[in-house]
Structure formats: structure tokens, C-alpha cells
């Protein structure tokens, strides 16, 4: 079965870093495109940010974009997400997704998701 378990969440001010690590298993993880998603109380869950099986081509939300970087490994079977100039707005639990498709924003698109990291932003 596909595992996937995201960490480096945590509670940081407006204006800081984070960096998430997603760790994969039980999936040929380079056939796989990588997404990152997030979901604020009461909100519905969005996309932030897709990189491409060999990472040459990422996508990302407008709302992220310039602050947020994603990457993987392949040899490491880890995808991350670097987050800088973090905002309030960023607060959410986030959570790493593959799919056997390419990049893409539609989460319905993406079978195998972690259970999330929650990332808090102070002002």
C-alpha cells in the first residue's frame, strides 16, 4: 500500500520559513506526480503546489506563488515544500498527494494523500 507521511509543521511568525518533508513508500515514486494541499478550518482543501515526476515542471496556486518552492528526491523517495514570507492566511493542516497523472490543481485527481502536518503562522 502507498504510504505517504509528511513532517516539519509547526508554529511560526508572519515572515518565517518552513520547510515540509513528505516521505513516500510502497509506490515507484518516480512514475508519480507530487502535489502539496492545504486546508484551513472551515475551509474547503486547496491546492498549493505540483512538481512533476522528474521535477522539471511545477505548478503552483497564486497565492503562494514566489513565497513557496517544491521539490523532490527520487533517490530519497521525498518531496518538500519550502515556505518563506509566511503569512496568517497560511495557517492549515498540509498534506502530500501523488498521482499517476501529471501536474495538475485537481485534488480528485490525486489516490494516495498523507494525514497531514499543521503549519500555524503567528502575527
Known amino acids: 500500500q502507498v504510504q505517504l507521511v509528511e513532517s516539519g509543521g509547526g508554529l511560526v511568525q508572519a515572515g518565517g520559513s518552513l520547510r515540509l518533508s513528505c516521505a513516500a513508500s510502497?509506490?515507484?515514486?518516480?512514475?508519480?506526480?507530487m502535489g502539496w494541499f492545504r486546508q484551513a478550518p472551515g475551509k474547503e482543501r486547496e491546492f498549493a503546489a505540483s512538481?512533476?515526476?522528474?521535477?522539471?515542471?511545477?505548478v503552483y496556486a497564486d497565492s503562494v506563488k514566489g513565497r513557496f518552492t517544491i521539490s523532490r528526491d527520487n533517490a530519497k523517495n521525498m518531496v518538500y515544500l519550502q515556505m518563506n514570507g509566511l503569512e496568517p492566511e497560511d495557517t492549515a493542516v498540509y498534506y502530500c498527494?501523488?498521482?499517476?497523472?501529471?501536474?495538475?490543481?485537481?485534488?480528485?485527481?490525486?489516490?494516495?494523500w498523507g494525514q497531514g502536518t499543521q503549519v500555524t503562522v503567528s502575527s
Open positions: 512538481i512533476s515526476r522528474a521535477g522539471a515542471n511545477t
Open positions: 498527494a501523488a498521482t499517476l497523472l501529471g501536474t495538475n490543481r485537481n485534488l480528485h485527481l490525486y489516490g494516495s
Open positions: 510502497g509506490l515507484t515514486f518516480s512514475a508519480y506526480t
